[in-house]
């Protein structure tokens, strides 16, 4: 009976003690300045300015279905090797060379500042010379950005969108 009467005394106080809180701090002391302009608390993630200090953590993030072997940053453009894998025949493969070079397009200009051109190399390195299987291009455009923007609301088939804002060069290892 004591415990029950505890826990009860327990419970109004801290009741009680949340009350007169939230009366003397008010809500928008916990949230300077959002609150009051009606402004989300959580939002979008400023662009970072990739160097070849950020360029892994960079990639990490990104879900990739091919590997990448070389990276080069030089005069705000990105330069991305990716190896083929070794079994290639299953068309799946060759969509997710497109969503992979979508996937890097998009994180490029989205989540950076600096990055003006991204070039994307697909090669298979099984041979004694690497054959290139596609190669992408894409610059940094005012239409390419509007669509950026667009894609976030919907999703845009990968090859309509890399054949309308990127050049695309199929390699003799396309058609192997």
Known sequence: MKVARGLIIALLLSVGLGTALNAWLPIDSLYPGQRALGQPVFQAIKPVELDHMLIVPFLKQIPLNYEYKRVKIKNNELFID????????????????????????????????????????????????????????????????????????????????????AHLVYGTGWRK
Do not use: G, H
Request: charged fraction near 25%.
């Open 82 to 165: 990716l190896v083929w894998p070794e079994d290639v025949p299953d068309k799946r493969k060759y969509d997710a060379v497109y969503m992979d070079a979508w996937q890097l397009i998009v994180s490029a200009f989205t989540q950076t500042s600096n990055m003006d051109q991204v070039f994307l190399r697909f090669l298979d390195q099984n041979s004694p010379e690497p054959d290139l299987i596609l190669a992408v291009s894409c610059e940094r455009t005012e239409a390419l950005m509007t669509e950026l923007a667009k894609t976030e609301e919907q999703t845009v088939p990968t090859e309509e969108f890399l054949n309308q804002f």
